[in-house]
């Protein structure tokens, strides 16, 4: 069975290998084929819910369509990421804008925390960054798929050889790398669980959230600069926003809303680009059930 899994896996890296041949918008068109595909046969559960809980004031039609925006959005990301993996750097490279620099600029050789959300073009985002800057770092989370961490990894480091830190690495390593000065992006939109977390509203509803950001930036003196991705109909483009200024506070909780009420707002200009298919509310308060099983 495992070799029939392993056999499997580099199948897929081979059609992702021959997909990359082919002309971007071919690749685009087939992903969001595919997206369609997978909202009807894939997680379109979770991001229904997700949506029924963020939007109640959406009809279910509404939900509906934005629900499969979303995956056809997702699906041409997922498609596109054969270009960064196995086409030549500058074929990647010209896919992607990056709007703001002179805020990363009037930070070089300072630590700074980017605030990147998951919004689908995230990856390829980062793979920008890490070519601009290449003392970059990222945490990095090791899949259980052999084939398929070697092929994520080798797409995260073939643009600016980025450090990867693991999460099991712990704090103290992220707050070195920090103070070593350069670009470290952080992506904080997401339920790990109760611990090192506070339950804060997320359009209303409480999401376990983490605190990490605010006590990275205190503890290695760093600026707090947001950097979002947007999906194009020419390729991506990295948005940088200013530095956030008296950040962060002497209030953890306070911190971390503005942390999550950001995000809303970028979520609100491109609903369709966000990672719906995260159980983003998986972890409830005492009491609350989990939202997402089956009853």
């Known amino acids: 069975m495992h070799a ?20 971007n918008r071919a690749i ?6 595919l997206g369609g595909f997978l909202y009807r046969f894939g997680r379109g559960r979770v991001a229904r819910i997700n949506l029924a809980m963020c939007f109640p004031q959406m009809s279910e039609g509404e939900r ?3 629900g499969l925006a979303h995956f056809r959005s997702l699906g041409r990301a997922l498609a596109e990421q054969c270009i960064f993996w196995f086409a ?12 703001g620099t002179e805020h990363f600029e009037a930070l070089r050789g300072k630590p700074v925390i980017v605030l990147s959300p998951h919004f689908v073009g995230l990856n390829i985002g980062g793979v920008k960054l890490a070519h601009m800057y290449p003392n970059s770092a990222s945490i990095y989370s090791r899949q259980k798929n052999p084939v398929l961490d070697r092929l994520l990894l080798h797409g995260r480091v073939r643009f600016g050889s980025p450090r ?3 999460r099991q ?59 979002v991705t947007r ?6 483009e990295v948005m940088v926003y200013p530095p956030w200024e008296d950040y962060p506070t002497h209030d ?14 970028r979520v609100r200009e491109m609903p369709e680009q966000y990672f719906w298919v995260h159980k983003r509310f998986k972890t409830r308060p005492p009491g609350e059930p989990n939202p997402y099983r089956k009853t």
């Open 4 to 23: 029939l899994r392993r056999l499997g896996s580099w199948l897929g890296v081979a059609i992702l290998w021959l997909l990359h041949l082919l002309p």
């Open 28 to 33: 685009a068109a087939l992903g969001r084929a």
């Open 64 to 66: 509906h369509a934005l």
């Open 88 to 99: 030549p750097v500058e074929r990647g490279l010209a896919m992607v804008k990056v709007v």
């Open 164 to 166: 990867m830190l693991s």
């Open 169 to 227: 690495d712990g704090m103290l390593a992220i707050v070195r790398t920090l103070r070593e000065g350069g670009l470290f992006l952080f992506l904080p939109d997401m339920d790990f669980g109760a611990r090192d977390a506070t339950f804060v509203p997320f359009f209303g509803v409480p999401a376990a959230t983490v605190t990490a950001m605010p006590r990275l930036a205190k503890l290695a003196r760093a600026t707090v600069v947001p950097a």
């Open 231 to 236: 999906q194009t109909d020419e390729g991506y």
């Open 252 to 265: 953890v909780e306070a911190d971390v809303r503005r942390m999550n009420a950001f995000i809303e707002d």
